[in-house]
T-cell receptor, first 114, second 109 residues
Framework: IAGITQAPTSQILAAGRRMTLRCTQD?????MYWYRQDLGLGLRLIHY???????GKGEVPDGYSVSRANTDDFPLTLASAVPSQTSVYFC?????????????FGPGTRLTVL | GQNIDQPTEMTATEGAIVQINCTYQ??????LFWYQQHAGEAPTFLSY??LDGLEEKGRFSSFLSRSKGYSYLLLKELQMKDSASYLC??????????WGAGTKLIIKP
């Protein structure tokens, strides 16, 4: 079944630890995104990628890094986790970055940093 | 700054009609989206408006007025499964989506 997968589904992490959230899509979409969703706030863009080999910063990039080695995978890394990074993380993809741009979302990763 | 406003919560009755409003102030405009998000799940696409007017899709319709920075989502013949959060999002001049906090819609029998 075509779509986006994320791993892990949930994770409890000690502050200061390094963590990589995985995201894979099989729709051959060029654009991919990482969002965080916090209660009472809208989805906030962390990083995005227009195509394999390129990445860009979103609204809240500090403390996070991404890479896009190929079309399908877009991992998000927290180099040294802090409690304020406790959130639900969604990966999404779309055919392209510009114009009409329906985004398809993965099921999310619920991350708790203690 | 960029801002998307929508009501935090609304309640409606099964079988009725509800209108969820969204106002926005963004740097540029390349379209407005509505997404549905059930509790604990991922958002799913409902509609896209880039020109003024009403777009109808089954029980759901979405309206846009660019001059007023305003949109609404109209849900008809409400069903219990429509209980969810409805997210308004604007594609800005950098082709990034700016999201509202969402409107939680509660449907009562």
């Amino acid at each position: 079944i075509a779509g986006i997968t994320q791993a892990p589904t949930s994770q409890i992490l000690a502050a200061g630890r390094r963590m990589t959230l995985r995201c894979t899509q099989d729709m051959r979409h060029n654009a991919m995104y990482w969002y965080r969703q916090d209660l009472g706030l809208g989805l906030r863009l962390i990083h995005y990628s227009n195509t394999a080999g390129t990445t860009g910063k979103g609204e809240v990039p500090d403390g996070y890094s991404v890479s896009r080695a190929n079309t399908d995978d877009f991992p998000l890394t927290l180099a040294s986790a802090v409690p304020s990074q406790t959130s639900v993380y969604f990966c999404a993809s779309s055919e392209s970055l510009a114009d009409y741009n329906e985004q398809f979302f993965g099921p999310g990763t619920r991350l708790t940093v203690l | 700054g960029q801002n998307i406003d929508q009501p935090t919560e609304m309640t409606a009755t099964e079988g009725a009609i509800v209108q969820i409003n969204c106002t926005y102030q963004t740097s540029g405009f390349n379209g407005l989206f509505w997404y549905q998000q059930h509790a604990g799940e991922a958002p799913t696409f409902l509609s896209y408006n880039v020109l003024d007017g009403l777009e109808e899709k089954g029980r759901f319709s979405s309206f846009l007025s660019r001059s007023k920075g305003y949109s609404y989502l109209l849900l008809k013949e409400l069903q219990m499964k429509d209980s969810a959060s409805y997210l308004c999002a604007v594609l800005d001049s950098n082709y990034q989506l700016i999201w509202g906090a969402g409107t939680k819609l509660i449907i009562k029998p």
